[in-house]
DNA sequence: CAGTATCCGCCATGATACTG
DNA sequence: CAGTATCATGGCGGATACTG
């Protein structure tokens, strides 16, 4: 096998190439549509809701409480409620999602450096 | 505005926060749930398709079509037919692709490594 | 303010069959 | 071998209304 997972003395290490794994779960949350999003906008600063719906342009409540939630159940997310009326929620990220942070941000600004030099039909208006 | 990605001179720089922003759609592909392992896996080494095939677990003939002519419109990946019979087609990564790679591996290879460390129901399995 | 509940369309995805 | 064509489905995602 060439399974670079696999070799290289990572025996701990989870292959996102087999279809049962555990990892693929974890990185479609991570890279999801509006996961991405909100963990680059989580780690900018932590946020409250409306911040969060603010910052993030398009998204809707539906999909902003369910991606939190999915973020928050895999441990990268923290959400704290002060039971204050009116209520207020603060959400962060967990040591473990600022880890995550570190790789999935220059991901994400890669890709904002550089859609110019791709050939996607709208990046020409730039 | 506090937007990291239009402020410290970097003014080239798209925001994916943007909901009209051509940075979304790149990061849509690069981010999608099969277009991820195809990057990681032609990032391994150029593969012939039904290399790639087998290499994604569970993708079917009509997502790996898709995912790879997504990524080649976008240019990142190459796509070279020897005009043969049978045929025979080789898929790499562009330079722009590797550039992405450099990004991209960390993450998914930062995701496997750290699963376990995660709390996914499946997660514990490991 | 910070969500939940509900309805619904549509398209992404997958299975199958077929072709040069 | 390397795809394309076709069809069926389910769940992703959005809009709206409502609540503590």
Redesign the interface.
């Known amino acids: 096998m060439?399974d670079?997972?696999q070799s290289l003395g990572?025996e701990?290490?989870?292959?996102?190439?087999?279809?049962g794994?555990?990892?693929r779960?974890?990185?479609?949350h991570?890279?999801?549509?509006w996961g991405?999003?909100v963990l680059?906008?989580l780690d900018?600063?932590p946020r409250r809701w409306g911040e969060l719906r603010r910052?993030?342009?398009?998204i809707s409540e539906k999909m902003l409480a369910q991606t939190l939630r999915a973020l928050e159940?895999?441990?990268?997310v923290l959400r704290e409620s002060h039971g204050t009326v009116p209520p207020r929620v603060d959400y962060s990220l967990t040591p473990?999602g600022r880890?995550?942070a570190e790789?999935?941000v220059?991901?994400?600004?890669?890709?904002?450096?550089?859609?110019?030099?791709?050939?996607?039909p709208?990046?020409a208006?730039?």
């Open positions: 060439d670079i997972w990572r701990r290490a989870a292959s996102p190439f087999a279809s794994c555990a990892s779960v974890v990185l479609d991570v890279t999801s549509k991405v999003l680059v906008a900018e600063e910052r993030i342009e398009g159940s895999d441990g990268f473990l880890e995550l790789v999935l220059p991901l994400v600004r890669w890709v904002g450096d550089n859609v110019h030099r791709t050939t996607v709208l990046a208006s730039a």
